[in-house]
């Protein structure tokens, strides 16, 4: 049973637009969540956190945004460039476990 | 240094061999994880060591054996595998906070398996 899923396996942006990567979740537990880049024949990449005492997290130009309500987070990428091309998947974890589940990915192309 | 390494890069066995893969990092985490990965799949979990010792075991086969010898390695050992095993496998390590809450996790880059 997928616990965290990412519904768009991929998505096209022109450069200098916003990217808009979404997930969702179905356990209540998670408190913890990431999004991790990925490119062909490397590990993932840590990308940005965001714990549930919040529903914001910035960092240069991504941000995510966490819904706890709607079980929902979303990861903006602005502005997009062509090095962000890879594949995206969201994870999250619950404090009292030790493990991390992870979405199927969302395959990003950023057209020059 | 912020580098989980992993070796070899790539491996091809056949069916009677048995392989090692070897993972290390020196961040001074204590959580170190095996995932197997599938094309166009998100990470597996197959296993979890918290303080060198084996935490989760997520129903992996027998063929599979994960050995943590320091904090700082972790092996992943291979016995008649199979060619539906054939994968990219990947070494993870985080920090354990205060309360046992494992961090976000760091990956290596790999090692792409194929099994004839």
């Known amino acids: 049973d997928q616990q965290v899923k990412q519904n768009s396996p991929s998505l096209s942006v022109q450069e200098g637009r916003i990217s808009i990567l979404n997930c969702d979740y179905t356990?209540?537990?998670?408190?913890?969540f990431l999004w991790y880049k990925k490119y062909p024949a490397e590990g993932p990449t840590f990308l940005i956190s965001?714990?549930?005492?919040?529903d914001k997290n910035e960092d240069g130009r991504f941000t995510v945004f966490l819904n706890k309500s709607a079980k929902h987070l979303s990861l903006h990428i602005v502005p997009s460039q062509p090095g962000d091309s890879a594949v995206y998947f969201c994870?999250?974890?619950?404090?009292?476990?030790?493990?991390?589940?992870f979405g199927t990915g969302t395959s990003l192309t950023v057209i020059p | 240094d912020t580098e989980v390494t992993q070796t070899p890069k790539h491996l091809v066995m056949g069916m009677t061999n048995k392989k090692s893969l070897k993972c290390e990092q020196h961040?001074?985490?204590?959580?170190m994880y095996w995932y197997k990965q599938k094309a166009k799949k998100p990470p597996e979990l197959m296993f979890v060591?918290?303080?060198?010792?084996?935490?989760i075991n997520e129903s992996v086969p027998s063929r599979f054996s994960p050995e943590c010898p320091n904090s700082s390695l972790l092996n992943l050992h291979l016995h008649a595998l199979q060619p539906e095993d054939s994968a990219l496998y990947l070494c993870?390590?985080?920090?354990?906070?205060?309360?046992?809450?494992?961090?976000?996790?760091?990956f290596g880059p790999g090692t792409r398996l194929t099994v004839l």
């Open positions: 993870a390590s985080s920090q354990i906070a205060s309360g046992g809450v494992h961090n976000e996790q760091f």
């Open positions: 356990n209540s537990m998670f408190d913890y």
């Open positions: 965001i714990s549930s005492i919040k």
């Open positions: 994870a999250a974890s619950a404090s009292t476990g030790n493990q991390f589940y």
């Open positions: 961040m001074g985490h204590r959580a």
């Open positions: 060591y918290s303080y060198e010792k084996l935490s």
